[in-house]
């Protein structure tokens, strides 16, 4: 076995190997990092207490804030009940079983995806789980990040350990140069269309190629953040120069001998030549265009440049059905062009797209415009050191004048656990990753888009690219 | 958790593909901080429709689904598993399942059983030509079977050895003490740790 060309996926999995299944039992697998926050832990926490258990490693798990805090009024008392709740119960869990925590008007508190990377806490070669699917984020430092459920967050708070089946690999090979104005989100919303909802299911994705290696570690996020939108358990990306750059210095990013020690090690992580994947698929970047949802799924999405398709269009009966429920629900006709879409609400938020590079896209579309008039905007920064940073580059300023709303970091109208709702068919375009019935608020419409998209959305007040504003500039002798 | 063995109980036909974690259970439904009382919450749109199939007087005590493919995809919420369990479900068959919801499932005593496309319209048909029809759940010999009809479900080995016998996951993970302070022990120094660094 020691000869066999190894994935990355495969040798991060051997390197935590705690104890191999037998007889069709999972492997049990190390976790190096537990990030916790408040809906998915208060059972698990009770768990604990109820069997009357420690947790094994605190010193590997952090805690955030992020799923129903407001985005307002950050420093009076959460109005809403049930969100209070859950927050004061994670704060008493943290402090009972010794766990560091980010609250409300910390500098890292923020989405928990967000913040560990900024927290130098996530890098190569590790495993991380969370009480949530999105994850998958951590995976563009190469590392296997996996998104748990509530009992398996028990699990690993009392055993620093998870029982799991040994996965599928798929290389997503994404070769050639972006155009401007497509970006990583492009990338990720073509994928999950071409392989579908399920297409991923019971693999680990490695995005590979000329074009993953060309972008930031911001942009791989926002790549393997989706990737449990196309069914896979996790999406890597392999570690190079541009992760290291990332790392080096983060308040928890190993210093000394123990970086040079983690270098070498993370140097040997990338696919070995010859791996074999169990299954490839290929993506052209240089004719990618922007690419935004109809549906209520994510695979379900178009270049912003086509049309609303129509049910007949597809062969499977099930995707027909789906596509009849879909547009019923969306309120589109067949045929519609997708830029003639009307937009109520543009949401540029949410651990897909909320970090400073995000912003910094947007602003740049934004700055001198108007808003269509009417549009509401809503910029909610991944966590609050995004959010300082926006401010101290006056990006805070750009959003104001424009007609934004500039709000405090969260999840926000990414699920709608807070105030941040849509109205029943109000719609919207979200840089967030879940177009599905009801996501962002009772009888809500999401259009999943770039944040380039959003801000030119936001601008033209129908789904738009930066493109379209040149050629409206044109057309009005700009 | 209960052993699971030979079951029946009412079958509920949802004729429906990619039934999200958000359509089984809602958001707004996440906020509770207890382990059990999620059996409002189930299906708590649909729910609303005086037609849909929960609602309707055949179905109401159901405790075994039939559902379309691509069932409990999207979010990992394992509260969707609980509002199943809360309301009364012992057992979902769909042709497709995400593997979070198979995952969540098996660890609370849930069978999740992949029957194939034929074998849920054929199931489905059946029901609905005697609404309020038990369906009887056979997990050794994996079949389930409503009045004459019996038809095979996949489910792997080791799931099925645990729910067969009830088995909580720590205890059974707790067993492996040793190997893992053994591994502590050989845990490099670079890896992350949340404490003391300040941020
Ligand atoms: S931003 Fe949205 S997807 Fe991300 S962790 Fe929060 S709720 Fe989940």
Same mark, same amino acid.
């Not at chain 1, 196309?230 to 790392?247: H, I, K, N, Q, S």
């Given at each position: 076995?020691?000869?066999?060309?190894?994935?990355l996926?495969?040798?991060?999995?051997n390197?935590?190997?705690v104890?191999?299944?037998?007889?069709?039992?999972?492997d049990?697998?190390?976790?190096?990092?537990?990030?916790?926050?408040e809906?998915t832990?208060?059972?698990?926490?009770?768990g604990?207490?109820?069997?009357?258990?420690?947790?094994?490693?605190?010193?590997?798990?952090?805690?955030?804030e992020?799923?129903?805090?407001?985005?307002?009024?950050?420093?009076?008392p959460?109005?809403?009940?049930?969100?209070r709740t859950?927050?004061e119960?994670?704060?008493?869990?943290?402090?009972?079983?010794?766990?560091?925590?980010?609250?409300l008007?910390?500098?890292?508190?923020?989405?928990?995806?967000?913040?560990?990377?900024?927290?130098g806490?996530?890098?190569?070669?590790?495993?991380?789980?969370c009480?949530?699917?999105h994850?998958?984020?951590?995976?563009?430092?190469?590392a296997?990040?996996?998104?748990?459920?509530t009992?398996?967050?028990?699990?690993?708070?009392a055993?620093?350990?998870?029982?799991?089946k040994?996965?599928?690999?798929?290389?997503?090979?994404?070769?050639?140069?972006?155009r401007?104005?497509?970006?990583?989100?492009?990338?990720?919303l073509?994928?999950?269309?071409k392989?579908?909802?399920?297409?991923?299911q019971?693999?680990?994705?490695?995005?590979?190629?000329s074009?993953?290696?060309?972008?930031?570690?911001?942009?791989r996020?926002?790549?393997?953040?989706m990737?449990?939108?196309?069914?896979?358990r996790?999406?890597m990306?392999?570690?190079?120069?541009t992760?290291f750059?990332?790392?080096?210095?983060?308040?928890?990013?190993?210093?000394?001998?123990?970086?040079?020690?983690?270098?070498?090690?993370?140097?040997?992580l990338?696919s070995?030549?010859?791996?074999?994947?169990?299954?490839?698929?290929?993506l052209?970047?240089?004719?990618?265009?922007?690419?935004?949802t109809?549906?209520?799924?994510?695979?379900?999405g178009?270049?912003?440049?086509?049309?609303?398709?129509?049910p007949?269009?597809f062969?499977?009966?099930?995707?027909?059905?789906?596509?009849?429920r879909?547009?019923?629900?969306?309120?589109?006709?067949?045929?519609?062009?997708?830029?003639?879409?009307?937009?109520?609400?543009v949401?540029?938020?949410?651990?897909?797209?909320s970090?400073i590079e995000?912003?910094?896209a947007?602003?740049?579309?934004?700055?001198?415009?108007k808003?269509?008039?009417?549009?509401r905007?809503?910029?909610?920064p991944?966590?609050?050191?995004?959010?300082?940073?926006?401010?101290?580059?006056?990006?805070d300023k750009?959003?104001?004048?424009?007609?934004a709303?500039?709000?405090?970091?969260g999840?926000?109208?990414?699920?709608?656990?807070?105030p941040d709702?849509l109205?029943?068919?109000?719609?919207?375009?979200?840089t967030s990753?879940?177009?599905?019935?009801?996501?962002?608020?009772?009888?809500?419409r999401?259009?999943?888009?770039?944040?380039?998209?959003?801000?030119?959305?936001?601008?033209?007040g129908t789904?738009?690219?930066?493109?379209?504003?040149a050629?409206?500039?044109?057309?009005?002798?700009? | 958790?209960?052993?699971f063995?030979i079951?029946?109980?009412?079958?509920?036909?949802?004729?429906?593909?990619?039934?999200?974690?958000?359509?089984?259970?809602?958001?707004?439904y996440?906020?509770r901080?207890?382990?059990?009382?999620?059996?409002?919450?189930?299906?708590?749109?649909?729910r609303?429709?005086q037609?849909?199939?929960?609602?309707?007087?055949a179905?109401?005590?159901g405790?075994?689904?039939?559902?379309?493919?691509d069932?409990g995809?999207?979010?990992?919420?394992?509260?969707?598993?609980w509002?199943?369990?809360?309301?009364?479900?012992r057992?979902?068959?769909?042709s497709?399942?995400?593997?979070?919801f198979?995952g969540?499932?098996? !660890?609370?005593? &849930?069978?999740? %059983?992949?029957?194939?496309?034929?074998? /849920?319209?054929?199931?489905? +048909?059946a @029901?609905?030509a005697?609404?309020?029809?038990?369906?009887?759940v056979?997990?050794?010999?994996?079949?389930?079977?409503?009045?004459n009809?019996?038809v095979?479900?996949?489910?792997?080995?080791y799931? !099925?050895?645990r &729910?067969?016998? %009830?088995?909580?996951?720590?205890?059974? /993970?707790?067993?492996?003490? +040793?190997? @893992?302070?053994?591994f502590e022990?050989?845990?490099a120094?670079?890896?992350p740790?949340?404490m003391?660094?300040?941020?």
């Amino acid at each position: 076995m020691s000869n066999k060309p190894l994935t990355l996926a495969e040798k991060v999995w051997n390197d935590h190997l705690v104890a191999k299944g037998e007889n069709g039992a999972p492997d049990l697998l190390y976790i190096d990092l537990h990030l916790v926050h408040e809906v998915t832990s208060p059972q698990a926490f009770d768990g604990l207490r109820l069997a009357g258990r420690p947790v094994r490693r605190p010193d590997l798990t952090i805690a955030t804030e992020d799923h129903n805090t407001p985005t307002l009024d950050i420093d009076k008392p959460i109005a809403d009940v049930t969100s209070r709740t859950q927050i004061e119960a994670l704060r008493h869990n943290a402090k009972e079983f010794g766990i560091r925590i980010h609250s409300l008007g910390d500098l890292d508190q923020g989405i928990v995806h967000v913040v560990g990377p900024q927290l130098g806490l996530t890098m190569p070669g590790i495993t991380v789980v969370c009480g949530d699917s999105h994850t998958s984020t951590h995976g563009a430092f190469g590392a296997l990040a996996m998104g748990i459920g509530t009992s398996e967050v028990e699990h690993v708070l009392a055993t620093q350990t998870l029982p799991l089946k040994p996965f599928k690999t798929m290389a997503i090979n994404v070769e050639g140069t972006l155009r401007p104005g497509v970006t990583a989100k492009d990338i990720i919303l073509a994928v999950i269309a071409k392989i579908g909802t399920g297409g991923g299911q019971g693999y680990v994705l490695e995005y590979r190629g000329s074009a993953i290696r060309a972008l930031s570690m911001e942009a791989r996020m926002t790549i393997c953040n989706m990737s449990i939108e196309a069914g896979a358990r996790a999406g890597m990306v392999a570690p190079d120069e541009t992760t290291f750059a990332y790392l080096m210095g983060r308040p928890h990013a190993p210093t000394g001998q123990d970086w040079d020690d983690a270098l070498a090690y993370w140097k040997t992580l990338p696919s070995d030549e010859g791996a074999v994947f169990d299954a490839e698929v290929f993506l052209d970047a240089d004719t990618l265009d922007p690419f935004v949802t109809w549906g209520t799924n994510p695979g379900q999405g178009v270049s912003l440049l086509a049309r609303v398709p129509s049910p007949d269009d597809f062969a499977d009966p099930n995707d027909r059905v789906a596509a009849e429920r879909a547009l019923e629900y969306m309120d589109l006709k067949p045929g519609t062009r997708m830029r003639d879409i009307k937009i109520d609400t543009v949401f540029l938020g949410s651990c897909t797209n909320s970090r400073i590079e995000d912003l910094r896209a947007a602003a740049a579309v934004l700055d001198g415009k108007k808003k269509a008039e009417h549009i509401r905007m809503m910029v909610v920064p991944g966590s609050a050191k995004v959010r300082a940073q926006a401010e101290a580059e006056g990006l805070d300023k750009i959003f104001k004048e424009f007609g934004a709303e500039w709000r405090f970091a969260g999840c926000s109208m990414c699920l709608g656990m807070n105030p941040d709702q849509l109205a029943v068919g109000e719609r919207a375009a979200s840089t967030s990753n879940r177009n599905f019935e009801g996501r962002q608020g009772k009888g809500s419409r999401t259009h999943l888009v770039s944040p380039l998209v959003a801000a030119a959305t936001a601008i033209r007040g129908t789904l738009s690219s930066p493109a379209d504003l040149a050629e409206s500039n044109e057309k009005a002798g700009l | 958790m209960e052993k699971f063995d030979i079951y029946s109980g009412i079958a509920v036909p949802l004729r429906r593909s990619n039934v999200d974690t958000d359509q089984i259970i809602p958001a707004v439904y996440l906020k509770r901080i207890t382990k059990t009382g999620f059996d409002d919450a189930l299906f708590a749109s649909w729910r609303a429709d005086q037609n849909f199939v929960l609602n309707q007087p055949a179905y109401k005590s159901g405790s075994v689904l039939i559902a379309g493919p691509d069932f409990g995809t999207g979010s990992s919420r394992e509260h969707a598993v609980w509002a199943l369990r809360d309301y009364g479900f012992r057992a979902v068959f769909s042709s497709k399942f995400a593997d979070i919801f198979r995952g969540n499932s098996g !660890k609370q005593g &849930l069978v999740t %059983g992949i029957i194939t496309d034929a074998d /849920t319209e054929a199931l489905w +048909a059946a @029901i609905e030509a005697q609404p309020g029809i038990e369906a009887s759940v056979d997990l050794a010999g994996q079949t389930v079977s409503v009045g004459n009809l019996s038809v095979h479900f996949e489910i792997d080995e080791y799931t !099925k050895w645990r &729910l067969l016998e %009830g088995l909580d996951d720590i205890g059974l /993970t707790l067993r492996d003490e +040793a190997a @893992i302070s053994d591994f502590e022990a050989r845990r490099a120094s670079w890896r992350p740790k949340t404490m003391p660094a300040k941020s």
